[in-house]
């Protein structure tokens, strides 16, 4: 229950900035209705966990738990302010959806038309998110939605997919299912308008790092790591500072517009971000806290859709000396970049030219079957006990390193 839980929270935001950016009221309705499935797993769980605890050191244990599903809560109720923004029409500016595309992950829609190469397809086969870049998160079929399909689900004509992951996939996303080229609406050039350009490009910085802030949330708790937990308390007071800068370029953009009401839905998506962010801070409070942690929150981290790793650089390996563009982790693998550990600090969201070197560690959250490539770029092979089935990081030496 924990697992689809955090899954669902997930999508939800996941269905609310895809509504928002494809002004689609019928997306936004299933926010909600995925809020109500949630609310029922959260009332179960925590039935759960007062029954499960029959001693002073199962009530300690169960409250982290209880302390996890309060967050993914406030990220589902996040989820559901950002829908309400289209279907309470409260008004979005062009400028924001155009600028949405440039987020560092975006949300996307496309149609699977027959005859195309997505038609008749398991996933499994086809691998989108090691082949493109982009992982489905739900699938619309009619009337009826297809939350967190697998391997052994098959596309059909006129299946409606909702992916998430890199924007440069896109192009050869919508090639493989056969739809039209999709360009992002371009704008004008309007110097009367900057401070709205200031507020959007502020709305934008917000979704990025908040969601880094949940990636890095929920990578703290995986791993008990302190480090991580700090960098998520840091990317919280960023949130903070730039909602306070959000509402000073809305107020200055109200002034020159016709129709300011218009302006509402820029502060309404500041606040849901900003709530993003307080919820993975919540998230990591039990690790800087030291509290101690039920078992089951490992185990539930390590069965969701996209599984977070951790790995070394070794000397020679192929992303040894590898110069970073963007998330995307390896060739081929289908993983993001969370952050890089070197020196023992934590370098997350890396910009600009950053090179990867032998004795990095990357953290990197993709699918489970992108693992073992991704091991093997940076130089081990994964190897898993039949008996635990606890998988160990092998080097593959240095003449092996680069095959």
């Known amino acids: 229950m924990l697992t689809e839980a955090k899954d669902t929270s997930e999508l939800m935001v996941d269905l609310g900035y895809a509504a928002l950016f494809f002004a689609d009221e019928r997306m936004a309705d299933e926010v909600r209705a995925l809020e109500e499935r949630l609310n029922e797993l959260v009332h179960e769980m925590r039935e759960v966990c007062v029954l499960a605890a029959r001693s002073k050191h199962d009530a300690a244990q169960m409250s982290s738990v209880l302390h996890v599903v309060s967050a993914i809560e406030r990220l589902a109720n996040a989820a559901v302010d950002i829908s309400r923004i289209v279907t309470h029409r409260l008004g979005i500016p062009a400028a924001l959806v155009a600028d949405l595309a440039e987020a560092e992950e975006v949300s ?70 056969g739809a ?18 200031r507020a959007v490009d502020v709305l934008v910085e917000m979704k990025n790092v908040s969601d880094a802030a949940v990636g890095l949330a929920y990578s703290a708790l995986l791993f008990d790591d302190q480090g991580l937990a700090a960098e998520v308390s840091q990317l919280e007071d960023r949130l903070d500072e730039m909602r306070e800068q959000l509402e000073l370029w809305v107020l200055r953009a109200s002034a020159t517009t016709v129709d300011p009401s218009q302006l509402r839905g820029l502060l309404h998506l500041g606040g849901a971000a900003e709530e993003i962010g307080d919820a993975a801070q919540q998230l990591v409070w039990l690790v ?11 185990v539930a981290l390590g069965e969701t859709d996209d599984v977070v790793v951790r790995y070394p650089i070794a000397a020679g390996a192929p992303l040894d000396g590898c110069e970073l563009r963007g998330k995307t982790l390896g060739a081929d693998t289908g993983f993001q970049l969370l952050a890089i550990r070197r020196g023992g600090t934590y370098l997350y969201r890396p910009r600009g030219r950053v090179v990867l070197r032998a004795g990095d560690e990357v953290l990197a959250t993709g699918p489970w079957e992108g693992r073992a490539e991704l091991a093997r770029q940076c130089g081990y092979r994964l190897v898993e006990d039949d008996d635990t089935g606890e998988v160990e990081l092998v080097p593959v030496g240095a003449s092996g390193a680069g095959r």
């Open 180 to 197: 039209p080229e999709w360009r992002r609406a371009e704008l004008d050039e309007n110097p009367a308008i900057s401070d709205l350009d």
């Open 108 to 177: 996307h829609r496309v149609r699977v038309r027959e005859g195309s190469r997505l038609a008749g397809r398991r996933l499994d086969e086809l691998d989108l998110p090691m082949d493109v870049g982009m992982r489905i998160v739900a699938i619309r079929r009619g009337r009826d939605w297809l939350i967190d399909p697998d391997g052994e689900d098959v596309l059909l004509p006129d299946d409606v997919l909702i992916l998430r992951g890199a924007r440069d996939g896109i192009a050869e996303l919508r090639e493989l299912a």
């Open 288 to 298: 800087e806290q030291e509290e101690e942690m039920h078992p089951i929150l490992a």
